[in-house]
Each structure stands twice: as C-alpha cells, then as structure tokens.
C-alpha cells in the first residue's frame, strides 16, 4: 500500500459514513414504497457503527498520534487526521448509531423516512469532515454540509406547524450565521494571505498594520463558531430549533452538531490563531471565550430553570452545556502546561454528553411516541408504567446534573479542576454555581416521574407501545452514561493526548 | 480482591432484585443480603490491620488500582479496612437484611425496586465505609444520597415529596460545601502530594505541606477547609441547628428506610468527621475545641428537649437521634483514647439501637396505623413480645449497663471528663450527662403512655401479636446489643487500637 493510499484510510471514518448516506439512497431506489423503515434504519445504524469501530480502532492503534508519526495530512494540508479529529468522530458516529436506531421507532408511520436517515448521515459525514479540516475553506464546506441537511430535519415533519416553523428560524439565523463566518474567513485571508491553519498562525505572528482586520474577522469566525455550539449571543435559535424539531433530531442537533462546532473552535483557536501571537498581536480571543463561556452557561441554566416544558428545558440546558464546554477555550493562557488537561476535560465532556443528552432527548423522543403531554406535569408517576426508561431518565438527569455516581459528574470535574489549575478559579466557581441551579430543574424531572402521582389515573394509559428501538437506545445511552465512570481513565488519556497535539 | 467482591456482589444483588417480580422481590433481597454479612463476618475473621489507615498503619484487605490523572494527580480505586471501618461495615450487612426483614409488611407495592434500592444503597454505604481515596469515596458518599431519596419519596408517608426533596436538597448542598472545602485543600497542598488518596493527603498535612494558594496562608486554609468540611458534615450527622431535615425524613421514610438512615446513614457523618476533620486537621480540631463541645452538648440537650416535646412515636425517636449524635461529637472533639475510641464505639451501639427503636415502633404501627402516643393505650396486652423488646430497646437507649449503649455513653464520658485538651471539660460532660436523664424522661413517658394500662385503640380490627417475620429482626437486634454491651472488646479493641493515632496526634502539640 502506498503512502497516499494510507493516508486516504485514515480519513474511512468520515468516507464511511459518506457511503452509508450513498447507499441508503440506493435502498431507497430499490424499494421506493416501503412502509416499514426497518432496513433504513439497519443500514445507517451499521454504517454508524462501522465508521464509530474504525475511529475507536485508529485511536487505539494511535493513528495520527505524536507516537505514530503525528498527525496524516492529505490535500496539501487542507485534511488532518489527528487524535483530535478521530475523539470527535467517535462522539458524532455514536450520536449518529443512537439516533438512527431510536428514528426508526419514532418514523414508524412516516410516508418518507429515507430522507430522513440519508440527511442524518450526510450531516454526520459532514461532521466528520469539521473534524480533519485544516483549512477554512474546508472547515466552510464542511460546515455547510452539516447545516443543509439539518435545517430540512428540523423541518422534517413538515405538516407540523412548530417543525417547519423551528426549521425557518434555524435557517435564517444559520444563513446569516453562515454569512457572518465566511466574510470572517475572507477578513482572515485578507491579513494573513492564507487559509490553511499552519500557515494563518505564521502569518499572525507578523500581522503589524493588519492586526485591526484580522481581529474583526476573528470576532466574525468566534460569532459562528457560537452559533454552531448554540453559544451567547447566537443561542435564540437553539430553543426554537430543539423544541419544533421531531426529538430525535433534536438529539443529534444538541449532541453531534455542538460538539461539531466544539471541534472547529478547538482547532481553529489553537492552530490557526495560537493564543501567544493572537495576544501579542492585540487579540485575546480566550477573553472574548471566557466571556462568553460566563454568559452562556448562567444564560443556559437559569432560562432552563423556569421552563414548563421538558424538551425546552432540555433546549436550555443544552445551552448552558456549551457554556461549560466553552470553558475548555476560555480557559487556556499562554503556555500554561495545564492548557492541554482543560480542553482535553472539555472534550471528554462533549463525549459524555453525547451519551446523556442524546438519552435524554431520545426519552422525550419516546414520550413523543407514547402520546403524553410535553410539560413537567404530563410526566408525572411515568415510571409506573416504564420503570426502565425513567430509570435511564434519571440517570441522564443526575449526570447531567453532575451527581456523583455519574460520568457526568467525572468530566465536570475535571473541566472545572483544569479551570482553577490554569488560574481561572472565578470560572470553575461559577460553573460550580450553575451545576447547582442545573440540579434543580433537572431533578423536577426525576421528581414528576418517580414521586408525583399520574394528573388523573387514565392520564398514562396512552401507553400502549412498547417501542424497542426507542428503548435499546435509551437504555444503551443510559448503560454508557454509568460505564464512562468507571471507564474514564482511557478517555480522558485519549483526550488529553489529543489537546496536547494542539499546543 | 474480598472488599471489591463484597461490593461488587451487593450491586449484582441490587440489579437482580430490580428485576425480578415483585412478589419474589422481598425474600431474594433478603436471602441475598445475606451473602454481604457473611462476608463481612469473614472479614472480621481474618482482620489483621493494625493502627490508623490514615496515619501509616497496616490496613486490611488493602487493594489498589489507579484509575485515572488529573492535575498530575492519580485517582485511585483504593479501599482497604482498619478498627474503625470493620465495624461499621459489619453494622451496615448486619442492619440491612434486618431491615429488609422488616419491610416484608409494611411495603406493599413496587416491591422488587425498593429491595433492589435497599442493596444499592448498602452497596455504597459499603464502598463509603472501605474507600480510601478522597474520589472515590465521594462517589460513594454522593451515590448513597440517590436511593435514599427514592426510598423516602415513593414509599413514604403522606408528606414523602416535601421530605425527599428536603433531604435531597440539603444533605447535596452539604456536600457541596464539603467538597469544595477539601477540594482547596488538596489545591494548596500543591506538589506535596501525588494522588488524592487519604493516607497521602493525611501524611502531607501533618508534614505542614500546605502552601499559599491565591493568597490564602496555609493557616487560614487549614481553617476555613476545617469550617466548610465540618459544616457540610454537620448536616449528614446531624447536628443542631442542621438537624432539621432529619425528623421530616424519618417521620416519611417506610420503617426499614428509617432503620438505615439511622443505624447507618447518619454514621457517615460521624465517620467522615473522625477520619476529615479531626485525623486530617486535628489543629484546628483542637483550637475550636470549645465551640464544638459546646455545639455537641447544645445538640445532646436541645435534641432532648424536642423529643420531649413530641408526640409522634417516630418523631421522639428521630429527635434522640440527634441528641446521641450529639455524644459522639463530644466524644471526638476532647481527643482521647476513651473519647475518640468510645465515640466510634457509640456510633454502632446508636446504630443498633435507634435500628431496634424504629424498627419496633414501625411494627406496632403496622398493627395499629397510628403513631400518635396518645391515640393507644395498653399495646402490652395486645403484642407482649414486641412491646418486652421495645421496652428493652428504649432501656438501651437510656444506658442501661450490660447493653451497648451504656458501653458508648461510659466510654466517652470517661473519655471526655478529664480530656487535657478541651478547658471546662468537666463541664461540658456533666451537662451532656444531663441528657440522659432528659431521655429517661420522655421514652418512660411514652412508653407508659402507649404500652401499658388497660388497652384502647379506636380499630375495626382485632389487634394481635406480630408476624414472626416482624419480630425475629427485633430479637437479633436486643441479642447484639447485650452482646456488645457485655463484651464490648470485641469492637472496642480495634476500635482503640485505631483511635489511638488520632489521639497521639495530637497530644504531641498539648
């Protein structure tokens, strides 16, 4: 096998992922007519898990590694697959294999579910694709190329008035989020002459009378960078999105796509504009992060605290996640040895919220189903009649949270240990604050399933369903969620080594 | 490998039980409780720890894996025993299949999750009891608190959420503070240690490794870490005036889950405290001697002063919970090998008898649906047996010899009257002595009051003896308080042995 060759393997991952959106088309074709998305969801669910046993393998084997010869770089160094790009792909396959599985309960009776599971996967390649750009130019692209298909699947159930409505106003403040991120990318080419990330970072460090227009589009780059996460000030459509959204696809845009915004700001922050010759140059964008990490998890919590409904709550605890995840980049000073130990925490917590907040959506995916209510109430006494999902429920709740026995608990630890070992105690203490607030509303939940009786004694007979691919999903998602605790050692080393690539 | 395998088998047992039909649920659980206490009998057997795990001694059945790093500092899955956390483990497998036993009547629905939560919960408490890492043992400590909410807040009495909740709220507010306070420590401990394990961190504290962090001296630290663990402490214990979770709590809580919140739960607090606070930071635990004293004999008194006050069966023996936590306290903070030793001591003999008191009070209720004393009369006629034990049990409580909580009680008074360290100690132990007279007061009110004269209880039924089931728990209970009250070196020997270092620690600065 040749070097190019080899090379090409590494980036089978997203190329996998790419296939199965290609061939559920050709199933498709094939079977035009089919009522039953049974093999719909078969092909993208092995596709997923394809491409999520290749990424863990690669890791494992150390491909892309510092050890294994550093990072593979492909196209002229517009592609990198690193150890930073194969933890992120890890996160977006096992969202993807979730989501698809737990679709094809909630699309059982939908006239076209294909559509749905070839934009859920061409968005997933797109995403992995965010993952190995190492130029701007790829990382527009490949961020287009998940923000098309999402914005038709949160349209997806288009006779429902709040789905269409979610997809428009995503549409729009993503259009314009779009906008704003490419004239930023135009701005950074103009100053530096280049647009892959090795190159930026030379040039930023001799900017002289350009460094005005490269910190503009800086700004303009971390304004879609906050729009992609659903950070302060571009979060207001995250609420509207998540809630209109059919919630399987909110599971995907809250989980898989945030994390896809994470890593375009982990990597475009550390080696397109290193944080040393940005400062020198005038630009503290880890300020402008802090900021916004304060803003957006005080925002996302206390806004969660005072909804009716579950899946708005958990629209603005999404909210309130990105600003803890934010922390990974605001909290990072100029060659401080504990930079790599916080954005790896960061990252370890993006993937553990894969598996909790995918949960949690997919639980309200099966309320969904089931036909009861959306607000705290309509829950209430559930887990009479569904004891293993709202224990599932709990847990996704609780780790959340942050309690203890949950992995939850384990990568806020160390987010907030990294935070205060780098100096930036007031972070890590107002985090702690808002884990506190978190755990009010999300142990209403627990509380209305477990402690409330049901509003009238008929209220859950609705009941009648017992969808297993809902259930093996949520179930899984609730297994991961408790086994990260213990199994936490390996993802934090994978993390941590991958952040250590970065500085 | 034998702690993770008592462990370990106690979670399986938990997810068994979850998942078989509720009408096998209680006799499996209970059958498969037993497999822990066995276990932590061999435990005893082989037990050969010498010392104080904390302070260099030989631990038992010591096991250690790294988990994971963070800040350069390794946590570890790090568990072992020493004489004083061999017996509060053997109380918790002996308490649990007791109250399992017990809960055979009382609890009539979604059977198969409540014992499925019982083994969970005593699969924490044992990994609580037995972790020696600071990290650990917080997920063990926070994982206690999750099954204990559901107990109360599904099986209990009619105001079940608001107590839930209340105990919810403030035992993890508690241990947030907590945490944070030792967090800090731990941060201005800086490279003195390698890994959050207890021993190490114990070691590097003694050595005077703290350092400045954020401009806060080590001396400052050391206090304000001091404060904040022994507030959060105070709630779980509980002490006055954090005390008022616990009457809700109990007063909700289904009989068995009143039997392990009291025998076990409120031993974390004491437990954390003994091995925090006063092994960890005994300066401090020494310069706020008076406070503390003053605070523990506040809490024996007006504990007292509340149970007199009640009514309710469960409420009288819920406020004397406080008031006997309240001995412990003293019994720690004068630092003595008869104080710290008979403190430790008191926690099993309270854990006994306070699981004997509610657990008898939860079988006359089962029988009479009212716990209100003046709502029966004459229950002697009607349950003579349960009724000699509970009359037994309430004698414990008052300190009557040859039963373990005179053995408790005498200890630390011994230990406290002529504690060098602590000034007025004479004082404050003649005053903490007073609450047993208080106590006397109100059990032999209550009792005469509700167990004997001519019968009355307004019931459509006929009132009889109780299942055999309901009363077999309540006998293994009185056995083991004699026995420990007339050998009490079977625990206080280890106990002593492993106080001994806390002492000595700090009598080197007196």
């Known amino acids: 096998m040749s070097n190019v060759t ?180 135009s701005l950074v080419y103009a100053a530096t002459g280049s647009l892959v990330f090795g190159e930026v970072a030379s040039a930023v460090e001799s900017l002289d009378a350009l460094a005005g227009v490269a910190g503009i589009g800086i700004v303009m780059i971390v304004g879609g960078v906050a729009f992609k996460t659903a950070s302060v000030p571009f979060h207001f459509w995250a609420p509207e999105a998540y809630e209109g959204a059919p919630a399987p696809v909110s599971a995907f845009l809250s989980s898989a796509s945030k994390a896809a915004g994470f890593v375009v700001a982990f990597r475009v922050f550390t080696e397109a504009f290193p944080l040393g010759a940005s400062v020198a140059a005038g630009i503290d964008w880890a300020l402008a992060f802090a900021v916004v990490a304060a803003v957006t998890m005080t925002l996302g919590n206390f806004a969660a605290a005072v909804q009716e409904e579950v899946k708005r709550m958990l629209a603005y605890s999404s909210i309130g996640h990105a600003g ?134 008929s209220a859950l007979d609705a009941i009648d369903v017992r969808p297993t691919a809902l259930y093996a999903a949520v179930v899984f998602a609730a297994v991961a969620t408790v086994l990260l605790l213990p199994g936490f050692g390996p993802v934090i080393e994978a993390a941590e080594a991958a952040a250590a690539a970065l500085f | 490998m034998i702690l993770e395998a008592l462990i370990g088998f106690t979670f399986l047992a938990a997810l068994l039980v979850l998942l078989v039909p509720n009408e096998w649920a209680g006799r499996l659980a209970f059958a498969l409780s037993a497999v822990p206490f066995v276990g932590s009998l061999y435990l005893w057997s082989r037990f050969d720890a010498a010392g104080n795990a904390l302070t260099g001694g030989t631990i038992a059945f010591e096991s250690r894996y790294e988990w994971v790093e963070v800040g350069g500092r390794t946590v570890s899955w790090f568990v072992g025993l020493d004489g004083i956390s061999l017996p509060l483990v053997v109380l918790t497998t002996f308490l649990v299949p007791l109250a399992i036993l017990s809960a055979w009547t009382p609890v009539d629905s979604r059977q198969s999750q409540f014992y499925g939560l019982m083994l969970f919960m005593e699969a924490n408490l044992l990994g609580v009891f037995t972790a020696l890492d600071f990290f650990l043992w917080f997920v063990f400590w926070e994982a206690v608190l999750v099954p204990m909410y559901f107990l109360i807040g599904i099986w209990g009495g009619p105001r079940r959420k608001y107590a839930a909740i209340k105990f919810f709220v403030y035992t993890n507010a508690a241990s947030l503070l907590m945490f944070i306070g030792f967090m800090s420590l731990t941060f201005a401990l800086g490279d003195s240690i390698g890994s959050l394990a207890l021993p190490e961190i114990t070691r590097a504290l003694a050595d005077g490794g703290l350092e400045t962090w954020f401009g806060i001296s080590p001396d400052r630290m050391a206090m304000v870490a001091f404060l904040a663990m022994f507030a959060g402490f105070a709630v779980k214990v509980p002490i006055v005036p954090v005390h008022t979770w616990l009457p809700d709590a109990h007063v909700e809580a289904p009989t068995p889950v009143s039997v392990l919140l009291a025998g076990v739960l409120l031993k974390m607090g004491t437990y954390a405290l003994l091995r925090f606070n006063f092994t960890m930071l005994p300066e401090q635990a020494s310069a706020l001697a008076v406070p503390i004293a003053a605070i523990a004999v506040i809490s024996v008194i007006y504990g007292a002063m509340l149970a007199l006050a009640q009514k309710d069966l469960k409420r009288i023996v819920a406020y004397s919970s406080v008031s006997s936590m309240g001995y412990v306290i003293l019994g720690l903070v004068v630092f003595t090998e008869y104080g710290v030793g008979g403190a430790t001591f008191q926690m099993v003999a309270h854990g006994l008898i306070s699981g004997l008191m509610f657990m008898a009070v939860g079988v006359v209720y089962n029988a009479t649906h009212t716990r209100m004393v003046g709502d029966m009369a004459g229950m002697a006629d009607r349950m003579p047996l349960t009724v000699g034990i509970l009359v037994a049990g309430a004698f414990g409580y008052m300190g009557l010899p040859l039963m373990a909580g005179f053995a408790g009680e005498f200890f630390i008074f011994v230990g406290a009257f002529g504690a060098p360290s602590l000034p007025y100690a004479p004082v404050f132990t003649a005053l903490a002595m007073f609450g047993i007279v208080i106590v006397a007061g109100y059990l032999l009110s209550a009792m005469q009051k509700t167990l004997f004269g001519p019968f009355r209880l307004e019931t459509d039924y006929e009132v009889g003896p109780a299942p055999f089931h309901d009363v077999a728990p309540l006998a293994v209970l009185l056995a083991a308080i004699i026995v420990l009250g007339v050998a009490p070196d079977i625990f206080f020997e280890m106990i002593r042995d492993a106080a001994m270092p806390v002492v000595e620690g700090v009598s080197v600065d007196v």
Do not use: Q
């Open chain 1, 324 to 457: 803890y995840a934010l922390i990974g980049l605001a909290a990072l000073s100029t060659g401080s040895a504990g930079n790599e130990a916080v954005m790896g925490a960061a990252m370890a917590h993006l993937l553990v919220y894969g598996f909790m907040n995918t949960g949690a959506f997919l639980f309200v995916a099966m309320a969904e189903r089931w036909g009861i209510g959306r607000t705290f109430e309509d829950y209430a006494g559930l887990a009479r009649r569904a004891p293993v999902a709202c224990t599932a429920m709990a847990v996704f709740m609780f780790s959340l949270a942050g309690l203890p026995p949950f992995a939850g608990f384990f990568s806020k630890y160390f987010l907030f240990m990294g935070a205060i070992e780098n100096g930036f105690l007031w972070l890590a203490g107002l985090g702690a604050v808002n884990s506190v607030v978190s755990l009010y509303y999300y142990s209403r939940v627990v509380r209305a399933m477990f402690l409330d009786d049901p509003a009238t004694p």
């Open chain 1, 6 to 185: 080899a090379a090409w393997t590494a980036l089978s991952p997203a190329l996998l992922l790419g296939l199965t959106g290609l061939a559920l088309l050709v199933v498709d074709t094939i079977r035009p007519n089919e009522r039953s998305n049974t093999s719909m969801a078969v092909v993208s669910a092995l596709g997923a898990l394809a491409s999520l046993s290749v990424t863990v393998w690669f890791v494992i084997a150390g491909r892309g590694h510092v050890d294994a010869g550093g990072a593979i770089t492909l196209l002229e160094g517009a592609v990198k697959v690193d150890t930073l790009a194969l933890f992120f792909t890890a996160i977006f396959a096992s969202v993807t294999a979730l989501v698809v599985v737990a679709a094809h309960d909630y699309f059982h009776d939908h006239a076209n579910p294909a559509a749905f599971y070839s934009l859920t996967l061409f968005a997933a390649t797109g995403m992995a694709l965010l993952a190995v750009a190492n130029s701007l130019a790829v990382v527009f692209v490949a961020l287009e190329m998940v923000s098309l298909p999402s914005y038709a699947l949160v349209a997806f159930l288009k006779k429902n008035r709040g789905s269409v409505e979610a997809g428009l106003k995503y549409f729009l403040v993503g259009a314009l989020s779009s906008a704003v991120f490419l004239f930023g990318i």
